[in-house]
């Protein structure tokens, strides 16, 4: 009795149009669907089939596109296997080739940090880098510390691949670290050892460089707009209301220091003025008693 070979599709996601989509040229080399799921009406591809969605979360479109990472294969109903790639991925290999190798064993295969040792290194990078809030990353670090410390020493995985089989099993891991990385940082990386490890999933670790290997190569830049992310992040550190109570901070400050320099302006005016009236008064007084002191003068004389 011969198996049926599973549906298989590659899958990204663009939100944002913070950068341009990455062809994919082995796309033309294999039947696998390649699918970009994106926010953007015109997007178009000479290898992705683009697929238009709302974003997750519409102020933060790098969460929205970690939605579709860890939760968009579900999305996938018509197909059994998926390979997730980040968008600065270019695949070297088919996809086939790549599913069989890393599913040989398990139900999810991730490669490992290739220059990362721990996951406490990956959470002091993204600190120390800004690459998100460090009070919430810290929090992160705190919380796992207390819940799995052992988690904190494993080495990273680098979750720019992902291949998976569309289990219950893989879902529910999924939808776990679909929920840390709305609840904590943004940097998928900082979770994905923590939710394995409490969903006792087991994992297919693919020892690669991150920069090459058969498989893929990275990262390729298609003009990222660096501002855009950076600008971003400030904002959602920033809801409206706390926007409006910085405008009203800033015209409060700017009228005190008008009314500082009108008070200046005023005691300047008003010590000029009083120079003034002295020097008016001084000039009233020596002309007032001439007539005087020319009299003082001429009997001063006569007594001589």
């Not at 994919?24 to 953007?40: G, N, Y």
């Not at 800033?250 to 220091?257: A, F, I, S, V, Y």
Request: net charge negative.
């Amino acid at each position: 009795m011969t198996s049926v070979a599973p549906r298989r599709v590659v899958y990204s996601a663009l939100m944002g149009q913070y950068e341009k989509l990455n062809e994919q040229p082995v796309a033309r080399e294999t039947d696998i669907d390649f699918i970009c799921f994106t926010d953007d009406p015109e997007l178009t591809s000479e290898t992705w089939q683009i697929r238009l969605v709302e974003p997750r979360l519409p102020m933060d479109s790098i969460r929205s596109a970690r939605y579709f990472k860890t939760r968009g294969f579900m999305l996938l109903g018509d197909y059994d296997e998926s390979l997730w790639i980040d968008n600065s991925v270019r695949l070297r290999s088919t996809p086939d080739a790549i599913l069989d190798a890393w599913l040989a064993d398990a139900d999810i295969a991730i490669p490992q940090h290739s220059f990362r040792k721990t996951v406490i290194g990956e959470f002091d990078t993204v600190a120390t880098d800004g690459y998100d809030d460090p009070a919430r990353v810290y929090e992160q670090l705190i919380h796992y510390s207390s819940l799995r410390p052992e988690s904190l020493q494993e080495l990273p995985y680098w979750t720019a691949l992902l291949a998976r089989r569309h289990t219950p099993e893989v879902d529910a891991a999924m939808s776990l670290w679909s929920d840390h990385i709305m609840r904590y940082s943004r940097r998928d990386q900082l979770s994905i050892n923590f939710v394995l490890g409490s969903a006792g999933l087991p994992v297919t670790a693919i020892g690669i460089d991150n920069l090459s290997s058969e498989w893929h190569e990275w990262p390729v830049r298609a003009d990222r707009k660096w501002h855009v992310t950076q600008d971003r992040l400030a904002n959602a550190l920033r809801v409206p209301s706390v926007e409006l109570g910085k405008l009203e901070n800033d015209l409060r400050l700017m009228k005190e220091q008008i009314g500082a320099v009108e008070t200046m302006h005023t005691d300047v005016l008003e010590a000029r003025e009083n120079e003034l009236h002295h020097l008016y008064r001084s000039t009233l007084s020596w002309r007032l008693m001439a007539p005087l002191r020319a009299v003082s003068t001429w009997m001063g004389r006569g007594r001589r």
